[in-house]
């Protein structure tokens, strides 16, 4: 290396750069392509060993995925993850306003109290909730399984949407007052407007935690299953064409959402997370 | 503002549950209410509701509500029907077990008194289980059961003494030994194990134990777990084991280690080998399992259809019952949902191709001469607790190498506990 | 009057939240210490307890035992490539951006899918086998699954879970590195520092709250792995969450599942504690 000359060297450390890049993106992006290339495939290509890609490709598998009853598995995970950005929304957000714009004695302590909730497993909260709901008619139902996952979801929509409102500044909302708007018109006026897109994100991020869990929607369902807890029981003893079908439809959301929320992914996870 | 959100929501759901209720209550007329543990999921109910049961109400004017009900919410409702001595349900349909416990009970009407359904032959063993605490409990509905899967190029390893035809007609000399021989001589042969089992976490292998294996070696599923001839038996299955495929443990269901070729002879529920059938139908046959020194054990899961006593429809009920066990609607029942059939004629006008492949297996198993039919017992919750038993026995056995002398007194105490605190009958062949 | 309301105004808009997770923290735990002590008569047992460490039946101890092992493998691998390409993609490069997107991704990917996904990879007829196969690299698959190859399918668990949540690592280090200044590092090279010494004297020091916090929330989650075990290995390899739910689900054992539940609480109250004492200060200065 110490022989080369600055140019080659800066060249050499940009191709080692590239290729590094290049791995990187592949580890995480081939096996999802993979699964969903294999979830397509053609039956006689995916039992041929010498097919290593299909080349012929069906939405069969899919069908039969929506004959076992994912159709249904699908619809009620939406609702579920739904009422769990309603819920947590029509909570979290007055929570996370006061959080930005009030300065109030025990402030931090709530916040520290939320960032604590945050790492409360929601695996805890499951069993324990089969013997409350069996009690009071909620079992198995879609609105038992969301309450559930509002109390994951919570903490994390507080802590965003706080900080989407810290975001926006206070000048503009002053501003307003000014303009002789009254406290309840600069938050419709002026501060929900410019925080929309970034509570958006935050909907999103709360609809795919729920999407996306299965302990606790296993263990509250029986007949009404979500769809990673349909596939956890149902989708087990399934052909593995039809599993991987199933990759398919739980990932589409996430990708939609990676997309849709590029702007906010590293903001918005580097402070909630932390 | 968050609670009026959460009250808003909670009305709204109230409103939407009541006026589906009222819907559903508006629907009943004077019908046949059948409540069903069996077809319950959807895409099954979808069949019932929309190609079973349209043809039985433009032939006969009655109309039918099928309801699906778990085994657990049948009982509780039967049970205060029964008490109320106001009864709704007029047709059950349900599983040995459950049918048994609700004869028992004295629920069930005798179903002699409506006569014999014409033109059809309800399998022998089918009739002896039916007929209950002294009445025609349940007329046999259909039935399922696990058989073995042969991919026709182990027949060219087949061991001395042993022949397709032996194989394919469960003749005296398929017998578990036989298995044994012809999975060390594929093993040694091509030089990877060649047989395979659904010991996967949601895998029926645990069946296998207490279903297939205990009764064929020691004449029982429960009263004989620990014995002389179950530490045989285990032996014998610790020995098997060195020939089956090791990633068997992982395996729910048969189709895809079939279809992939990465065994040659599995064992499995019908309805998880049928698309390795469906597939490559020329590839492979099912043929019935072997026999062991106290007979060809295999389970039967057989669901029946009953009336309750005092049911307010009784006479369309049985209408009904003639209806789905008529021999072309109990081919459509299997063409659609891989039920069996429980008549004679249903097997014969199975059309050719996968499914007659599968039925014909199935009915060679059925009317094997030396059958030992086992039930799967109804412990309701502890069902659960059952399945570990054999399991655990499985694990430390076969899988650990441990004495099966020194593991099987404890469990064995745990079984009997198990049966004597839900106060079930020992299921057949047992009892 | 105002000047009251405008007082109270912040804590009536917190409270509905703070009571919510109240409620949903706070009953759980009472009654799952109640599901766990006592049984239906109402008397206190320790039948559940006594059945989770030393029932043949329960895997208690292989469970604490592989989930700490996981935890103990995995994470090291994590931490490692996450410090890599966050450093790797600091640089500002054309179509950076995008691999971050992508890199994140599994982020956002259920537990459940990742198990699915590495096992269409890894299975007899999945891909990886049927590329070496076609290679020639070997003639008969690599068998992952089952018990008799354990420490595989462990491999296996291993690949899915690093794939999996290397991203929660990657996001927080990459946050916390974005947030020091270029300046410094610019500095340290005009003085001609190595890369290495880059990393050890300025990067690493200045992203230690960072890491501090990547590695306890990392930690906590590894103890709640469920979704891709299960999928992956069943129960050969059981962990503290795949055996609370065997146990609720399939055995309805609901005294001895909520006692694993217990026990994940216990660890994730102690790790949340520690989290929370280093993180604290820290925490508030930067304020959100």
């Known amino acids: 290396m110490a022989l080369l000359s600055p140019e080659v060297r800066e060249a050499v450390t940009g191709i080692l750069r590239a290729a590094a890049v290049a791995l990187a993106v592949s580890w995480t992006a081939l096996p999802i392509i993979l699964a969903i290339t294999y979830a397509l495939a053609d039956p006689n290509d995916y039992y041929n060993m010498e097919k290593v890609i299909p080349t012929r490709l069906t939405l069969e598998h899919i069908r039969s995925l929506i004959a076992l009853g994912a159709g249904r598995a699908i619809v009620n995970s939406v609702i579920v993850a739904l009422l769990t950005v309603a819920f947590s929304f029509a909570l979290g957000l007055p929570a996370g306003y006061a959080l930005a714009r009030f300065v109030f004695p025990g402030r931090d302590t709530v916040k520290l109290l939320l960032v604590g909730m945050r790492m409360f497993p929601i695996i805890v909260i499951g069993v324990p909730l089969t013997v409350l709901y069996l009690k009071i008619g909620l079992n198995d139902t879609l609105l038992g399984v969301a309450l559930a996952h509002t109390s994951m979801a919570l903490p994390f929509v507080v802590l965003i949407t706080s900080s989407i409102f810290a975001g926006i500044p206070k000048d503009l909302e002053e501003a307003g007052l000014i303009f002789g708007l009254t406290r309840a018109g600069v938050l419709l006026h002026i501060t929900m407007p410019m925080a929309l897109p970034g509570l958006a994100a935050a909907a999103m991020f709360a609809f795919l935690l729920s999407w996306n869990e299965v302990f606790v929607a296993s263990v509250l369902t029986f007949n009404n299953r979500t769809l990673p807890a349909f596939v956890l029981v149902q989708v087990a003893a399934a052909t593995e064409l039809i599993k991987f079908a199933a990759v398919i439809i739980m990932v589409a959301p996430a990708l939609v959402f990676v997309f849709a929320a590029r702007k906010y992914l590293v903001t918005m996870w580097g402070i909630t997370l932390r | 503002m968050a609670s009026k959100t959460l009250v808003g929501i909670a009305a709204l759901v109230v409103v939407i549950i009541l006026i589906a209720g009222v819907f559903l209550y508006m629907g009943r007329g004077a019908t046949v209410v059948w409540a069903s543990t069996q077809l319950n999921p959807a895409q099954e109910q979808a069949f019932v509701k929309e190609e079973l049961l349209p043809p039985f109400t433009q032939e006969t004017g009655i109309e039918v509500q099928f ?28 599983l040995h077990g459950g049918l048994d416990l609700f004869a028992s009970k004295g629920w069930l009407e005798d179903l002699s008194k409506f006569g014999a359904l014409e033109g059809r032959t309800f399998l022998p063993s089918l009739e002896k289980f039916s007929n209950i605490h002294g009445i025609k409990a349940y007329i046999p509905w259909m039935t399922a059961t696990y058989v073995m899967v042969v991919n026709k190029k182990a027949f060219d390893y087949l061991p001395e003494g042993l022949t397709k035809d032996d194989v394919i007609k469960g003749t005296d000399k398929w017998t578990y030994d036989a298995l044994l021989a012809w999975a060390k001589k594929l093993y040694e042969e091509t030089g990877s194990p060649k047989l395979g089992f659904p010991a996967g976490p949601k895998g029926l292998f645990v069946r296998f134990l207490h279903g297939y294996l205990y009764p064929a070696f020691t004449g029982a599923q429960v009263k004989n777990f620990n014995s002389p001839e179950a530490v045989q038996m285990w032996e014998y299955l610790r020995e098997l084991w060195k020939y089956v495929h090791p990633s068997s443990t992982t395996w729910d269901a048969m189709a895809d280690p079939l279809l992939r070729e990465e065994v040659w002879i599995a064992w499995d529920h019908t309805a998880r080998i049928k698309d390795a059938i469906v597939q490559k139908p020329d590839q492979f046959v099912v043929v019935p399992v072997p026999k062991g020194p106290k007979g060809r054990a295999f389970i039967l899961v057989v669901a029946g259809l009953a009336i309750p006593k005092n049911a307010p429809n009784a006479d369309a009920a049985w209408k009904l019952i003639d209806y789905l066990t ?20 249903a097997t014969g006008a199975i059309p050719s191709g996968p499914l007659k492949i599968m039925s014909e297996g199935v009915a060679t198993q059925l009317g094997a001469p030396d059958a ?10 502890k069902g659960g607790d059952f399945k570990q038993i054999y399991l655990t026995a499985f694990e430390q056995i076969v899988l650990n190498n441990q004495d099966p002398a020194a593991v099987l007194p404890d469990l064995a105490q745990q079984l009997m506990n198990l049966f004597k605190e839900v106060g079930a009958p020992l299921p057949p062949p047992d009892a | 009057m105002r000047v009251e309301r405008d007082k109270l105004l912040p804590y009536i808009l917190v409270a509905p939240s703070i009571a919510y997770m109240a409620f949903f923290i706070g009953y759980p735990l009472l009654e799952g210490v109640r599901l766990a002590f006592v049984d239906e008569k109402g ?3 320790l039948a559940n307890i006594e059945y989770m460490l030393y029932s043949v039946h329960s895997k208690f101890w292989d469970a604490l035992k592989f989930t700490t092992l996981l935890a103990g493998v995995v994470i090291p691998i994590e931490v490692a490539i996450a410090i890599a390409l966050a450093m790797l993609l600091t640089y500002k490069f054309k179509g950076r951006d995008l691999a971050v997107y992508v890199v994140v991704l599994p982020l956002v990917i259920s537990d459940v899918a990742a198990g699915l996904i590495w096992y269409s990879m890894l299975t007899g007829g999945g891909f990886l086998n049927k590329l070496l196969l076609n290679l020639g690299v070997i003639s008969e698959p690599v068998i992952f699954f089952g018990r008799e190859y354990l420490w595989r399918e462990f491999v296996a668990v291993v690949l899915a879970e690093v794939w999996r949540s290397t991203a929660i690592v990657f996001v927080i280090l990459f946050a916390g590195l974005q947030m020091i200044s270029g300046e410094l590092i610019e500095a340290a090279e005009v003085f001609g520092a190595s890369p290495m010494q880059k990393l050890r004297h300025i990067i690493l020091p200045l992203l230690k709250p960072s890491l501090q916090a990547a590695l306890i929330i990392r930690t906590l989650f590894a103890f709640q792995v469920f979704g891709s075990v299960w999928i992956l290995a069943g129960r050969d390899i059981p962990v503290l969450a795949g055996e609370a739910y065997y146990e609720q689900v399939e055995l309805h054992h609901t005294g001895v599942a909520a006692l694993y539940a217990l026990v994940i609480a216990c660890i994730s109250l102690f790790l949340g504690f520690i989290y929370i004492k280093s993180f604290r200060a820290k925490y508030l200065e930067v304020g959100v």
């Open chain 2, 67 to 94: 309801v699906a009900i778990s085994y657990s919410d049948l009982a509780t409702r039967l049970e205060a029907e029964m008490q109320a001595g106001k009864v709704t349900i007029d047709l059950i349909g349900d």
């Open chain 2, 326 to 345: 008529r021999p072309e609607v109990q081919v459509k029942v299997l063409e659609k949902v891989g039920f069996f059939p429980t008549v004679k004629e």
């Open chain 2, 372 to 381: 030992l039919v086992a039930m799967i017992p109804s412990l309701g919750p």
């Open chain 3, 43 to 45: 008397r206190f047992t």
